[in-house]
């Protein structure tokens, strides 16, 4: 039940984090919107985990395990990201961003020589043709110009970054470094990134002090990144990267309900297909057996 309630919790809060940071489009440059973001977050997290006497001791190893954690989770995938999301819908970002299942098992296979699972890369198959019928409208805009080019090569590259990412983080959870403690140092050493990518391309550190810019900042710092990243960190430890990443497929149909209630989104009977495939697959994966280990 733990694993379903943190699998349930990632999904909804990842499914509305993208109508947060889309009232943040625009406003400020994006490593300037992610340094607010990923900075407030990892000072808030390590300044309560200071406090509470729950920060762990660390290697200098893992501490550079943990900066590569933050470099690639944390700084790189989300800059690659929003780079992609301003060369292509939306929705075909989403369904290029649920490859990362089979991508993390292979990546398990390689690295830690874990082996595949029929079962995941069945209800991967399962899910990713769900996708792919409730995106189905924003494909039929494509046109493969070459900015649309360009943006499916960067979500392509923010896989393999984000893959790289879990594993460094499934060797974290191997060495008994706890989520929280984690995800604030990965925080902070993605802001790191961040700062000198922000100087590197002399972007001004301007801060809107709007209701809307500054609502969706506490958001996105509080249940978007603080607790979503904790959560799935655990999860991640829990029941196993290939397995944790079936949220990438489970968040977009969120991110549908959200849009049908605030944009106006009409469902189309493929589109409703589609989340039956998502549920089919997620079923096919994650339905209860015994724990795997990595």
Known sequence: MKDVLL???VALIWGTTWLAAK???GVVPVEIALIYRMGGAGVLL??????????????????????ALGLLMFGLNYQIAYLALARLPSGVVALLSSLLVPVN????????????????????????????LIFARDLTTLRMRPAELEGVALVLVSLLVVAAGQMVAVRNGRRGIPASGATAWGLLYGTGFLVLLALARGSVPALPLTATFLGSLFYL?????????????????????????????AYPVVALAVSTA??????????AG?????IVGNAVALWPRKRIRE
């Open 262 to 271: 605030f944009e106006g989104y009409v469902w189309t009977a493929a589109a």
């Open 23 to 25: 009232l943040q489009t």
């Open 105 to 132: 098992a292979v990546a398990l296979r390689i690295v830690y020589g874990k082996r595949l699972e029929p079962r995941v890369l069945a209800g991967a198959a399962c899910g990713i043709g769900g996708l792919g």
């Open 7 to 9: 699998f349930a919790g």
């Open 274 to 278: 589609g989340v039956a495939l998502v």
């Open 221 to 249: 710092i509080g249940a978007g990144t603080i607790l979503v990243f904790w959560w799935y960190l655990t999860l991640l430890h829990r029941i196993g990267a290939d397995r944790a990443s079936f949220v990438s497929v």
């Open 46 to 67: 390590f300044t309560w985990l200071l406090a509470s006497r729950q920060l762990p001791k660390l290697t200098a190893r893992d501490h550079a395990c943990l900066a």
